[in-house]
DNA sequence: CAGTGGTCTAGACCACGAG
DNA sequence: TCGTGGTCTAGACCACTGG
């Protein structure tokens, strides 16, 4: 590090940050152990006190360092990891596998709310929304079967919209911005009409992803996706 | 945002950061639109550059923003969302639900990599590595089963460790920091093994979880968490 | 109460890439 | 080519919180 790296475009707070993550993994800094403070590391390494904060900043962030005010900086001794999954646009993500894309709608209705989407949604059951069921093909095999909730209420300032047409998922990202979401994973065995949407077996175990999303109004929508099985959702670092 | 926040503690990038979001999800701004750029914003908060730079790399990590050099930041069309998960440490996670934490090895050899073992790990089939199966208990019921491959020869420098006695998901967590992880989410029905570990019945869906970690020397190891069924992983944003 | 991280600022230079 | 974001710096003040 005392070196400049010629030529090289990496942010020197990159550097900096895989310095410091080298020390830990070689274990020349331990778990628990308290390392330098920014102004040491800042001379160490030449940089500014900046810099060397949002280095270490991205470490903290990581769950590798667990940092206080006048406590200093310690290596985490139990490094709560973390797991990123991006979620894309259905379209998107099967054409991105080299898949012809396919949906379908195979219901509209506006009815009473269940009881235990009315609690997803925090919203009284009985209301009327409109309920959704659709799916998505990769190459004409399903690819994901969601059942969807909306709250018309919820976006104003845009025109009523023929969700019987429109694929619901593609209008709601890029019409509904929302300020919160939730999500869960889950395992489900396929009911009777899993099995038929995703032209599988009762029973089969399949993976279940349910969101919901909230703006300044209230809820926007709830979703259950029910995934096709052998389905894999995969995170990196 | 002209008037400063009496009293508040709240970064004013975040406050800068939580009014475009809001200028976004109120439609004042519509996707794909430029917004103005950071000089601009700087002297409309009152703000430095930097401060409205971090604030705008907030919303663009997010997904909500597409900023490019020479062409400005826009309001992101697809806003490719993320849902983070935190991957704690099973005894705590269990403890943090307010249940007992107990942990079972049930089987530990020296085996030779299966085909499939092999592939994730990056290593050549038929190796001895460590194989281990443990069952996690919450209130004594069976919460995860475990089927782990370690490879010791990516652990120098740490006494060799007895995993019959040793909780090795905690141990590896606080001993073997890594540089790299992999993960992934998936659902199986449980095979005759799984449901006897989780004491439930074959066929049952269970969530998969898979993770792989790697260091400078190479794999680490490789485990495969059945998780009892009902069990939800969710994420909050 | 004092040491440490958290944040902001003003200014600067540079890299990228759209036009 | 040149406008825009990416990054760094030196310096400053402040907010926590451990001792």
Not at 158 to 171: I, K, L, Y
Request: hydrophobic letters at 40%.
């Amino acid at each position: 590090m005392t070196e400049r790296q010629a030529g090289s475009t990496t942010p020197k707070a990159h550097l900096i940050a895989a310095e410091v993550r080298r020390r830990i993994v070689e274990r020349e800094w331990l778990q628990g152990e308290r390392i330098p403070d920014e102004v040491e590391l800042a001379v160490e390494f030449g940089a500014a006190r900046a810099t060397v904060n949002k280095a270490l900043q991205l470490l903290a962030d990581e769950g590798l360092l667990d940092r206080r005010r006048r406590a200093g900086t310690r290596i985490a001794i139990n490094p709560v990891r973390k797991a990123t999954f991006e979620i894309p646009i259905v379209r998107e993500q099967i054409e991105g596998a080299g898949m012809s894309y396919g949906h379908r709608v195979m219901a509209v209705h506006r009815s009473p709310l269940p009881e235990d989407v009315a609690l997803r949604l925090g919203m009284a059951a009985g209301q009327r929304l409109l309920h959704l069921r659709a799916v998505h093909y990769g190459d004409g095999r399903p690819f994901q079967y969601e059942d969807r909730w909306i709250n018309p209420a919820a976006l104003p300032g845009t025109e009523p919209v023929d969700f019987g047409h429109v694929n619901a998922n593609e209008w709601l990202v890029r019409n509904a911005p929302y300020l919160r979401a939730d999500m869960a994973f889950s395992a489900a065995n396929a009911d009777r009409r899993d099995a038929r949407m995703l032209q599988t077996d009762p029973g089969q175990a399949l993976l279940i992803l349910q969101r919901t999303t909230w703006n300044e109004i209230g809820a926007i929508t709830t979703v259950r996706v029910a995934c096709h099985p052998g389905y894999r959702m995969t995170a990196a670092n």
